[in-house]
């Protein structure tokens, strides 16, 4: 079992930067493949980025490339993703996710894969 928190949502305004953080809980991060998820309202939930259990191998979105990165720091059981030149279209709820993987570098994309799930942090991209 594992457990995530996310922090670091906020307003912010068009062509801004936030960095979200997931802490989890437990001593076995590093055997997670970690993602990032995000629902707006009245929409599905939607793939945003995937980083390895290792850190090695990243996966995103193709409405995020070039603006947001993910990254994981295991020494301190936090996954990141930093978001930069955001869009109105950003605004969601944000969610950090987590599996055991059995892949140095395989990361899923959907969220059926996903067996543990943080509470969500707003973000909010005003015009």
């Known amino acids: 079992q594992v457990q995530l928190v996310e922090s670091g949502g906020g307003l912010v305004q068009a062509g801004g930067s936030l960095r979200l953080s997931c802490a989890a809980s437990?001593?076995?991060?590093?055997?997670?493949?970690m993602g990032w998820f995000r629902q707006a309202p009245g929409k599905e939930r939607e793939f945003v980025a995937a980083?390895?259990?290792?850190?090695?191998?990243?996966r995103y979105v193709d409405s995020v490339k070039g603006r947001f990165t993910i990254a994981r720091d295991n020494a301190k059981n936090t996954v990141y993703l930093q978001m930069n030149s955001l869009k109105p279209e950003d605004t969601a709820v944000y969610y950090c996710?987590?599996?055991?993987?059995?892949?140095?570098?395989?990361?899923?994309?959907?969220?059926?894969?996903?067996?543990?799930w943080g509470q969500g942090t707003q973000v909010t991209v005003s015009s």
């Open positions: 437990g001593r076995t991060f590093g055997t997670y493949t």
């Open positions: 996710a987590a599996y055991v993987s059995g892949s140095t570098y395989y990361t899923a994309f959907h969220a059926r894969d996903y067996d543990y």
């Open positions: 980083i390895s259990r290792g850190g090695g191998s990243t």
